[in-house]
């Protein structure tokens, strides 16, 4: 080869280049102008007007529902009024006050059983002694019932 021919190929070489590069230029020019398309869409003025209204809707929501809870105490406090509210709790004091005595009758009846030789188990099931068992047993063999 000569050094024409060289220069020639080289030439070839160099605007193939230039066309690959322009093309690349072109591919790189596309890629950014979607870029700023997806940018503006995400950034732009349409989607912060998305954003303000949906932030707007959120604090309307706060709102409604901070005056359904002030509706809610006021509906309460018309509802319950102080001497209501105190009569309830007297109540409430009450009632544990007889759940606590109920309790007491119960361990009471419980130990009377026990005298009586009846055994009430943990889960609340009678039992009974052997001693209470075999009376039973007897007292139905005498009456003529079988075993």
């Known amino acids: 080869m000569t050094v024409a021919e060289r220069k020639l190929e080289l030439t070839r ?3 193939a280049v230039v066309s690959s ?4 230029f072109q591919q790189q020019t596309t890629v950014l102008a979607q870029l700023l398309r997806v940018l503006e869409a995400k950034h732009g003025p349409i ?3 998305l954003e303000f209204r949906a932030t707007e809707a959120a604090l309307a929501a706060q709102r409604q529902q ?10 309460r406090r018309d509802t319950y009024t102080p001497e209501t509210a105190q009569a309830l709790a007297n109540y409430a004091a009450h009632l544990r006050d007889a759940k606590s005595r109920l309790s007491e009758s119960i361990r009471a009846l419980l130990v009377q059983l026990e005298e009586f030789g009846v055994v009430i188990d943990d889960e609340g099931d009678e039992g009974r002694t052997d001693k209470h068992a075999e009376g ?3 007292t139905t063999t005498a009456l ?3 075993k």
């Open 47 to 49: 989607a912060r007007s």
């Open 13 to 15: 070489a160099r605007l």
């Open 66 to 75: 901070a005056e359904a809870e002030i509706a809610l105490g006021m509906a």
């Open 136 to 138: 039973i047993e007897e």
């Open 144 to 146: 003529g019932g079988n």
């Open 21 to 24: 590069l322009a093309s690349l």
